[in-house]
């Protein structure tokens, strides 16, 4: 079992729909990732959260916003989303920053579909 | 982006036998690297990682080898078996974050 974990494991929406992607560990992990995977793709860095201040952002479209309410804790909020964004949406945590050359571990994702 | 590729996109296997997966990279400020697995419907499981200090470190059933003069990291199984049908992607770390390689399929076959 991972020791990240999301919710909901599946979302459908509406492209006018607001939701949003939970993910939550309690490995005492001080930076938090979200990644997008299309099928048959690797993931793509999407956000990275450093001591719960936003430190990367890929250049994402604003109709996601990531929110980091505290150090376990790691939010995708969805609002206006397009058919192109359904994917699998996978969070991450690290014991530190990512130039620290430490492993990231993931969650299961939350599969996502935009009708 | 950085230009983190697997030679080969699918790998079959006999059951028992030993799976070599290899991957390039193109940065050479690349210092730290990580193999995943990523079972259908689940996200990527850490397997071993390497430092670039590292020419080879060792696991459980799982060996990686780092050649960091071609800029080549390679995954061996030993004795595959069926639970490692998966795709696994290498991942490598120049500094700031990760770059996930395209990814092999990796088939056991009975």
């Known amino acids: 079992d991972t020791e990240v974990t999301q919710t909901p494991k599946h979302l459908v929406m509406g492209m006018t729909n607001k939701k949003s992607l939970k993910c939550e560990q309690h490995?005492?992990?001080?930076?938090m990732y979200w990644y997008k995977q299309k099928a048959k793709k690797p993931p793509e860095l999407m956000f990275v959260y450093s001591y719960e201040k936003l430190s990367i952002n890929e250049s994402v479209p604003s109709r996601f916003s990531p929110e980091c309410p505290n150090s376990s804790l790691l939010n995708l909020h969805l609002h206006a989303l397009q058919p192109e964004d359904s994917a699998l949406y996978l969070c991450?945590?690290?014991?530190?920053?990512?130039?620290?050359?430490?492993?990231?571990?993931f969650g299961d994702g939350t599969r996502l579909s935009i009708l | 982006g950085e230009s983190v590729g697997l030679h080969l996109p699918t790998l079959s296997v006999q059951e028992g036998d030993n799976s070599i997966i290899n991957c390039a990279y193109s940065n050479s400020a690349s210092d730290y690297f990580i193999w995943y697995k990523q079972e259908s419907g689940k996200g990527p499981q850490f397997i071993i990682d390497i430092r670039s200090n590292m020419d080879k470190r060792q696991g459980q059933r799982v060996t990686v080898l780092l050649n960091k003069t071609v800029k080549h990291l390679s995954l061996q199984i030993a004795a595959t078996q069926p639970g490692d049908s998966a795709v696994y992607f290498c991942a490598e770390n120049p500094g700031n974050q990760f770059y996930f390689g395209t990814g092999t399929s990796l088939t056991v076959i009975p």
């Open positions: 490995m005492g992990h001080r930076a």
């Open positions: 991450a945590s690290s014991q530190d920053r990512v130039g620290f050359n430490q492993p990231q571990h």
